[in-house]
């Protein structure tokens, strides 16, 4: 996700409309691959506002996901804004140490701008901590792993902690005797 800015770095204040379409094979995330099962679009608009380019935009895309409770893959559809400031390496150096800055900018080399990064960081952040096929799915059976979204399952319902035996009894005890 390349974008040619020669022109835009020559005059501060100009801006660069632009949309972007691309195949991508996966996404890392840790050491796992997410597989990427359309096309990846970005839109949007570059400004050169002196030291820095300033991105602002979207991108949209759909992840090959497995469901957390019944393992089931299904397809996410994902749409992140984007915001980015890049600026060169010596704008970067002359950055004091101190300067939070530091850690939010992005450093591009020569007239191409690299997309990709700031697209996969936003397409990452935007998972959420658990994946999940559709909010009512009843996941897999803990006893015999059928998927109970699909089928029912002849296991006694809940089965009570050995250790909570003994407290089990004294309670249904003390319902009997109320």
Same mark, same amino acid.
Request: glycine share 6%; proline share 6%; with cysteine.
């Given at each position: ?70 393992? !089931? +893959?299904? #397809? $996410? ?11 060169? @390496? *010596?704008?970067?150096?002359? /950055? ?7 850690? !939010? +900018?992005? #450093? $591009? ?11 996969? @960081? *936003?397409?990452?952040?935007? /998972? ?7 909010? !009512? ?42």
């Amino acid at each position: 996700m390349k974008i040619g800015i020669h022109e835009l770095k020559m005059k501060p204040g100009t801006q660069l409309k632009f949309s972007l379409e691309e195949s991508w094979r996966d996404i890392q995330v840790g050491r796992e691959s997410i597989p990427v099962v359309a096309p990846v679009r970005v839109e949007g608009e570059l400004t050169n506002t002196g030291k820095f380019i300033y991105l602002k935009g979207h991108a949209w895309t759909e992840l090959e996901l497995a469901c957390a409770r019944c393992l !089931e +893959v299904f #397809v $996410y559809p994902l749409e992140v804004p984007l915001e980015e400031e890049y600026c060169t @390496e *010596a704008v970067f150096q002359s /950055l004091p140490e101190t300067d939070t800055l530091r850690d !939010e +900018v992005r #450093v $591009y080399e020569g007239d191409i701008l690299d997309l990709r990064p700031a697209v996969e @960081e *936003a397409f990452i952040l935007a /998972l959420p901590m658990k994946w999940v096929c559709r909010e !009512e799915c009843r996941g897999l059976c803990p006893w015999c792993g059928k998927n109970l979204n699909t089928e029912q399952c002849n296991c006694r319902g809940e089965e009570v902690d050995p250790r909570l035996l003994k407290l089990s009894e004294l309670l249904s005890q003390n319902k009997g005797g109320c």
